[in-house]
């Protein structure tokens, strides 16, 4: 779903973007308003998390690879204005630092992995567990059933994106402009991707990490109620399982196959015999410093391209999880400031 530069076309890039901004504004100010201080590092562990899971490509029947976000889940914890906010930082380190997901088509990609799939996984979870305790097996039922549905409405939005490229920007021939495949093919190809498999692993997470915390710390699924965390609430199993997750991401790699709709230039030539005009021109702008997920010149091997998959896990963890959290801290500070001098 990391819609590459080149397959939108400008006005739909700008478009994508505008329709994000008063999301972003309103995420910034609901953060402002329902998270405790006190939550903010769990925020940025949260952000690192849906970085790193998104490294985990799986391998589709149809020879491509998909892969879970885990926004489902951080929307059940954090609500999913905050989660738009930890899934929208994370979705600009992929893009600017290595190269997953363009830069113009930012905007996309938060509209459908950063507000459709965690307000979906949302909503249908509160749905499902409405009176529910937080024991209750019903929640990691539904947190299944959000995953599931969230990623897969996710998926099938960026297949509209890219299905209407060829039908609204062509020549005067009729030769797509960006992405070459039209509505009867791209949606069906991203829905059976995620339907089949990337949809039960997103809902498979969910279901799995709401069953551990509904043991281990209770209270994170019950944030929005909670306003700061008890004195026995640790940090300290979460990163560790955080470390375990960085260090096995290689298994990423295992899945050959380039995600379908992100084929560079090259590739789609071979599979068309031509690459659209404003493909062409817009998909080389941007030359990120650890392209795919690597070191530069360290990925001659499986094992060389393993170190530099766990080494930009590792700096992604660092950067997002910092990024996060600093601007966390900015927001309650103002939110702090605003209530003084009221």
Request: with cysteine; aromatic share 12%; proline share 6%.
């Amino acid at each position: 779903m990391h819609i590459p530069d080149g397959y939108l076309s400008p006005q739909t890039c700008a478009v994508m973007g505008a329709v994000m901004l008063p999301v972003w504004w309103t995420s910034v100010k609901k953060v402002q308003t329902t998270i405790n201080k006190k939550y903010v590092p769990l925020m940025a562990l949260g952000a690192a998390f849906s970085f790193v899971i998104m490294m985990y490509n799986v391998p589709i029947p149809d020879g491509t690879t998909a892969h879970a976000v885990g926004g489902s889940l951080l929307a059940i914890i954090f609500g999913p204005w905050a989660a738009t906010l930890c899934i929208t930082i994370a979705l600009a380190i992929q893009a600017l630092l290595f190269g997953d997901g363009g830069i113009l088509a930012f905007g996309a990609n938060c509209f459908n992995m950063a507000f459709v799939l965690p307000f979906t996984s949302y909503y249908i979870y509160k749905i499902l567990t409405t009176n529910s305790e937080i024991t209750s097996a019903r929640r990691y039922v539904a947190g299944f059933i959000g995953g599931y549905i969230g990623i897969v409405l996710a998926a099938i939005c960026a297949g509209i994106e890219l299905g209407l490229q060829p039908l609204l920007f062509h020549t005067a021939a009729g030769v797509p402009l960006y992405c070459p495949y039209p509505l009867n093919l791209a949606v069906p190809a991203m829905a059976f991707a995620h339907l089949t498999v990337a949809g039960p692993v997103e809902g498979v997470i969910t279901a799995l990490a709401i069953k551990y915390l509904q043991v281990s710390n209770p209270e994170m699924l019950n944030i929005e109620k909670i306003k700061a965390p008890s004195k026995a609430f640790s940090y300290a199993k979460l990163w560790i399982g955080m470390a375990i997750v960085a260090i096995l991401t290689p298994l990423g790699l295992l899945a050959s196959g380039s995600a379908w709709g992100e084929w560079g230039a090259d590739e789609l030539k071979e599979k068309l015999g031509f690459v659209p005009e404003g493909l062409e021109k817009m998909s080389d702008k941007w030359h990120a410093l650890m392209q795919d997920y690597g070191i530069p010149g360290f990925d001659q091997s499986f094992f060389q391209s393993a170190i530099g998959y766990i080494v930009a896990a590792v700096v992604g963890i660092i950067l997002i999880s910092l990024i996060t959290y600093l601007f966390g801290k900015i927001l309650k500070g103002k939110d702090e400031e605003a209530h003084e001098t009221k």
